[in-house]
């Protein structure tokens, strides 16, 4: 039985890695905290990255086989840095800094594909002046590391952005704490001197959205899918991921062969990986929106429903340094989604269902998987300054078609009676 450690688990990470499938394969050790729930959450004061990376060498060290994580805030790149002390397969720990700060990763993009990159400026978030924006406005502004598109929106006028910076102290002490073990790292194992403490001002993109997922095995990319990341009209906020995507083949094609260029060209030689591209239909344009170093979990088992195989098969493997092996088209289902129910007005989700309510709609649909994120008070409304909407909660179902999936997503939105 091989033996792997899970940091920073997400919900998702435990309904997968809990399955009976993975019973007598695999032994997880699960190590980390939630950074949205309390008290857990307030580790975040006095936690220390580098610190509690070599905890888990000596803790770890002889005890497994490999090191996984989907954690974007903090890790992935604290995988990296344990496989990397351990001997263990992994990312290169620098390859993932560069890849999570969204700075030095729009200069390897404009490197090795410049058609692809908008143009692009840093700035401190004490920011003073017009002039240290770095880009005509309105452009879009987003966090050189963040997670969960946390800050990220665009803004027409400086007025406009001191405002969407204005924090209060504690608010300003969680955005320094958040930051400080990526800087940490960053400091240890790379040059750069651009520290997190600072926003990225892009070019305003608009089309299509997508995600890319695959993964590097030995310097090789392979891609697993593209899924469609569909809007609330009129916003930035996801509604709906959905696989397989219905763009054109061609548009596809381009976008595959564009993700294996951009990370056979940032030497990210190992794990999985995910980038986020628009397609401009007027001008037939690809841009990259960003790229990250890991796999995207909330999304990922989509996969599994449509071609067959488990994406977290593919993971492990890849810690354990053996090849994986994927089908596609296999799955029961020819579409699937990942739907996302959202307020904009900050109200709080008076009525919910209950666990009954939720057993009963899995029994009549047993592929669907059901994570409520309710938040109240300060918690809520600090999502919803940040993000400008507040996820409750994540449905993810397959469907014969993609009309049949939709039509199922609607038959369980009614039965589960959110307010």
């Known amino acids: 039985m091989k033996r792997i450690l899970v940091l920073f688990p997400k919900d998702w990470d435990r309904d997968e890695l809990d399955q009976p499938r993975y019973q007598g394969r695999y032994e997880f050790f699960y190590e980390g905290f939630d950074l949205f729930k309390f008290p857990e959450n307030a580790r975040l004061m006095t936690f220390d990255a580098y610190r509690y990376a070599s905890r888990l060498v000596e ?147 608009t089309g299509v959205q997508v995600n890319v997922d695959g993964y590097m095995f030995n310097g090789k990319a392979h891609i697993l899918g593209i899924v469609d990341e569909v809007m609330y009209p009129g916003t930035q906020a996801f509604m709906r991921f959905e696989y397989p995507s219905r763009l054109p083949a061609d548009v596809l094609a381009r976008m595959r062969a564009l993700t294996e260029q951009l990370f056979t060209g940032i030497d990210y030689g190992y794990g999985f990986f995910n980038v986020e591209l628009i397609y401009n239909p007027d001008n037939g344009s690809l841009r990259i929106i960003e790229i990250n170093p890991r796999m995207a979990s909330q999304i990922v088992n989509l996969y599994r429903r449509v071609d067959g195989y488990d994406p977290y098969d593919v993971l492990i493997q890849l810690a354990l340094g053996e090849a994986p092996q994927v089908t596609f088209g296999a799955g029961e289902f020819g579409a699937a989604a990942s739907f996302v129910f959202r307020r904009f007005d900050g109200r709080e989700v008076k009525r919910v269902p209950g666990q009954a309510q939720i057993e009963s709609m899995q029994q009549r649909y047993p592929d669907a998987r059901l994570m409520l994120y309710l938040k109240r008070g300060a918690s809520l409304a600090r999502e919803m300054k940040w993000l400008g909407s507040y996820r409750y909660a994540v449905l993810n179902l397959g469907g014969a078609s993609p009309e049949d999936l939709l039509q199922r997503y609607d038959d369980i939105r009614r039965e589960l009676s959110f307010e």
């Not at 496989?83 to 397969?89: E, I, T, V, Y």
């Not at 840093?122 to 969960?148: C, N, R």
Request: charged share 20%.
């Open 59 to 205: 803790k770890y060290r002889g005890r497994i086989d490999g090191v996984i994580s989907n954690n974007e805030q903090f890790g992935a790149l604290i995988a990296a840095v344990v496989a990397k002390r351990l001997g263990l397969p992994g990312t290169d720990p620098a390859v993932i800094i560069a890849a999570q700060h969204k700075y030095y990763a729009r200069f390897l993009q404009r490197k090795i594909l410049p058609q692809a990159t908008p143009a692009f400026s840093v700035f401190p978030y004490d920011i003073q002046s017009v002039g240290e924006t770095g880009l005509p406005f309105p452009f879009y502004v987003k966090p050189v590391k963040a997670t969960y598109s946390v800050l990220a929106r665009s803004v027409g006028d400086f007025d406009e952005l001191k405002k969407h910076l204005s924090f209060n102290p504690f608010e300003t002490l969680i955005i320094r704490k958040l930051i400080k073990p990526f800087n940490d790292l960053m400091a240890r194992y790379t040059p750069f001197t651009i520290d997190a403490h600072h926003l990225v001002a892009e070019e305003i993109m």
